[in-house]
């Protein structure tokens, strides 16, 4: 499980990313250079990392589910995924 801390400034990140979005395109299509590097560091989306919804871990990342594969493997056996099941062969 990642710190409180690292979790909180995540998500802190995404609302920026969201609050600016739409300044920052404008700002872009402008091409207005020094406009875009007074909005906050944290507004742009390159900041982001990908992290697990539940624990927070940012490595091992499935994208099509928004979790680690430890916590995917968990729900998956467990038959909490909807469409997923162990394979074998």
């Known amino acids: 499980m990642a710190k409180k801390s690292i979790i909180a400034r995540q998500t802190k990140r995404v609302r920026l990313v969201a609050k600016f979005a739409a300044k920052r395109k404008a700002l872009k299509e402008a091409g207005d250079y020094l406009g875009l590097a007074l ?5 742009s989306p390159v900041r982001l990392r990908n992290r697990c919804m539940l624990t927070g871990r940012p490595r091992g990342y499935i994208r099509r589910f928004g979790l680690c594969r430890v916590k995917f493997r968990d729900l998956a056996l467990a038959g909490k995924i909807p469409g997923v ?4 062969w």
């Not at 909005?39 to 507004?43: A, E, F, R």
């Not at 099941?85 to 074998?88: A, P």
């Open 85 to 88: 099941r162990k394979t074998s």
């Open 39 to 43: 909005l906050p560091k944290n507004s």
